[in-house]
């Protein structure tokens, strides 16, 4: 017989059994902060129309050429459109920070208090283009290969997994090296392509290839024309087309991408039919160049729709690997050189706002001035290691509009002096008498007239910059080797920031070739802000910490911001159709279907023969 003192050891044992087996869920969906817009059963999302009819061919624009049907690798220049080959285990919402639905996982199970694992349970009809089922080895198989032969930035995303064991055919457990990131379990769901192990046991993953690979999303590529053209059609035997995060979606019979290496060249192509739907990126050519006859008949839609997401950072990225940018002084001083409101006063039409954040166009954009109260003891922790305008504010350079500020190039040069620079024979040098010299590299040629005069300004500090334009193909491979000295590019954001903030911004990240830390930032400050950032307890917690890390980026001078818009600039043929709700966060055009009779009575005014 127990004695009463064991009698209670094994209650409270059992007690507290039980109640850890209480906290652990199985549920239909995954969700960072507070409760899903979609209740288990939901029928389809708001923002499509289950009842969109399927047909119709469209055909799309790429630019430059491709020469890789594996879009995992760094190497290689993958084709368009090759997202709608693969899933992921869940589907993001688009109206939604960040909620997850099932796709090729039917359910999730996991300790919400408690997140250092998470179980996926697989769709058991879930199967590849092939027919072959798919299965937890599919999904292990998929993580190990893309962490140890895929893109560099697989590996930054992913490493917080410790393991990931295969419990049996259908069922998949990723164990992670600490319960405090919250986003980690949402980004495996959502980020990790699930490959076929069959079919790379076959074919070499690491190999750059134009084979058609096998996928399980609701495309297969039907056929290409290697660098010129590249078809999907879709997928009759789908597995997942009457999933609730499917209905209504993907719509169109095919896609065809017809690649332009010419940008004047494409919207010739456009503009006489060769191909049909068009988001515009260039003010100039939103303000001049659609009013062609199309247009004016009523064949061609020109529309902005407005959007909510994070506009994220575009701008002229210094590669601090760089002796000459590694002192912020220089990096502010040359930022005074950008003249924001002379280009989009004379360039852009008026049609952009500056960038004041990394951010911006959501509530994550850290606010103007001096720091709230809430911020600013985030960060008191860590003032003797930050700039003072970390605390008081950043000053984005403001002109006068007229191309060459000369109150903002007098800053610059007092910001040079104090780091060391004189002018000598009309040329800015350092200490050692060595000219500053330095390579802004570009595969857009458009981006040629918003550099040039930023580089005449920079030569009137006497700084001797450089452009140097080449290929799409080469300037891919020097960005993944971090081979420039400064180069235009984007960080792109959403409202939920999670693990590519490691690869956009983290120590780690800048020492791995092909992640996205072009700037080559190492800043412990900034590591440990990531790290507050994933793991938030609550969204109101990520909004302050995401603030924190904006404004401390900010302060870096990393980049020089340039500018966003806060809608998609789209120009299309008149036989789309979209649903009334247009997602907050998406474009959705996965969303829009074809009225095929309008669309023959528009090819043959494309052919001539109406």
Known sequence: MLSLRHMLIFLFFVLGTLKACAQVQVTPYLTLNGAPAYAPGFSHFAYTNPNAPKGGDVRLSGFGTFDSLNPFLDRGTPAAGLDQVFETLAQRSEDEAFSLYPLIAASFEYDPDHLDWIVFHLNPMAHFSDGTPITADDVAFSFHTLVTQGDPGYRV???????????????????????????????????????????????????????????SGPYVISSLDAGRSITYRRDPNYWGRDLPVNRGCYNFNSETYVYYRDAVVAMEAFKAGQYDFRVENKAKNWAKLYNFPAVREGWVHKEALRNHNPAGMQGFIFNTRRPRFQDPKVREALAQAFDFEWSNRFLFYGAYQRNTSYFANSELAAPSGPLPPDLARLLEPYRDSLPNTVFTGVKVPVSDGHGSDRANLIYAQNLLRQAGYRVHNDALVDSQGQPFRFEILNSQPEFDRIIEPFMRNLEKLGIHATLRDVDVSQYINRIRKFDFDMTIATFGETLSPGNEQRNYWSSEAADSPGS?????????????????????????????????????????????????????????????????ITPAYALGMETWWIDTQRQALVRAHQDGSD
Not at 179 to 186: E, K, N, S, V, Y
Not at 197 to 208: G, I, N
Not at 553 to 560: D, E, K
């Open 157 to 215: 995303m992913f490493s917080g997994v410790t393991n990931s064991s295969v419990l049996d055919k259908h069922r998949i457990r990723f164990t992670f090296r600490s319960a405090q990131d919250r986003t980690l379990p949402l980004l495996v769901a959502s980020q990790l392509p699930i490959l076929s192990k069959k079919y790379y046991s076959l074919h070499p993953f690491a190999q750059t290839s134009l084979l058609p690979p096998v996928g």
């Open 516 to 580: 996205q830390n072009l700037a080559g930032i190492k800043s412990p400050v900034i590591d440990q802000l990531v790290n507050h950032m994933l793991t938030a307890r609550n969204r109101l917690e990520l909004i302050h910490y995401t603030q924190a890390l904006d404004r401390v980026l900010m302060a870096g001078w990393y980049v020089i911001p340039q500018y966003y818009v806060d809608s998609y600039r789209v120009a299309y043929w008149d036989f789309f159709k979209r649903p009334r």
